[in-house]
């Protein structure tokens, strides 16, 4: 997603296993410590599906343009803070 005071912001939109209970801030917490700094996503979205074309191809273009919706979690916004490392 696009930003307005540096590069593009990185958001995840996921679709989560039936049954799993994982929230937006515990796959941050994940990923904190497994990707570089610049790579934790600041936007994360649950879906029950991805876009996808007739022959089953996902459409980013489709996630890209819907950007964030009402159901998108927002790092800056919670109580989550991180060192760049």
Same mark, same amino acid.
């Given at each position: +997603?696009? #930003?307005?005071?540096?590069?593009?912001?990185?958001? %995840?939109?996921? %679709? /989560?296993?039936?049954?799993?209970?994982?929230?937006?801030?515990?796959?941050?917490?994940? +990923?904190?410590e /497994?990707?570089?700094?610049f790579?934790?996503?600041?936007?994360?979205?649950?879906? *029950?599906?991805?876009?996808? #074309?007739?022959?089953?191809?996902?459409?980013?273009y489709?996630? /890209? *343009?819907?950007? /964030?919706?009402?159901?998108?979690?927002?790092?800056?916004?919670?109580?989550?803070?991180?060192?760049?490392?």
């Amino acid at each position: +997603m696009k #930003s307005a005071l540096s590069e593009d912001e990185v958001k %995840v939109t996921a %679709v /989560r296993r039936p049954g799993a209970d994982l929230t937006a801030r515990d796959l941050c917490l994940w +990923m904190i410590e /497994r990707v570089p700094y610049f790579a934790v996503p600041r936007y994360i979205e649950f879906r *029950d599906e991805l876009p996808k #074309s007739s022959v089953g191809r996902i459409l980013k273009y489709q996630l /890209r *343009d819907d950007g /964030r919706t009402p159901q998108t979690w927002d790092r800056d916004e919670s109580d989550m803070k991180f060192q760049k490392r």
